[in-house]
Nanobody
Framework: QLQLVESGGGLVQPGGSLRLSCGAS????????IGWFRQAPGKEREGVSC????????NYSDPVKGRFTISRDNAKNTAYLQMNSLKPEDTAVYYC???????????????????WGQGTQVTVSS
């Protein structure tokens, strides 16, 4: 069974940091581009960051640029999202997603991705 599982969410004060992990089971992430998305209550799911299969292409949305860092460790079959300088507006459920794509590209649109995790809640509040 192909599955993605996010972890690392929680409650953090403004200015704090969290690192989200996205572990894959049942398939090898080596062949997949990975995206991170978030959805706040009453809002549409939005792209946060994505990384190509090789890691050579990385994109960030403007609200998180300079604060979030996406990475991947293919040996551990895991992707990460390091989130620093968190703001209350970063509060959302965060999802990772994967799509098998051979090229060195990634796409911030959620419709591009095939497999999704169940999400992890991130709450930024004092």
């Amino acid at each position: 069974q192909l599955q993605l599982v996010e972890s690392g969410g929680g409650l953090v004060q403004p200015g704090g940091s969290l690192r989200l992990s996205c572990g894959a089971s049942g398939f090898n992430l080596d062949y997949y581009a990975i995206g991170w998305f978030r959805q706040a209550p009453g809002k549409e799911r939005e792209g946060v960051s994505c990384i190509s299969r090789s890691g050579g292409t990385i994109n960030y949305s403007d609200p998180v640029k300079g604060r979030f860092t996406i990475s991947r460790d293919n040996a551990k079959n895991t992707a990460y999202l390091q989130m620093n300088s968190l703001k209350p507006e970063d509060t959302a459920v965060y999802y990772c997603a994967a799509v098998r794509f051979p090229g060195s590209v990634c796409n911030p649109s959620p419709t591009w991705y095939t497999y999704w995790g169940q999400g992890t809640q991130v709450t930024v509040s004092s």
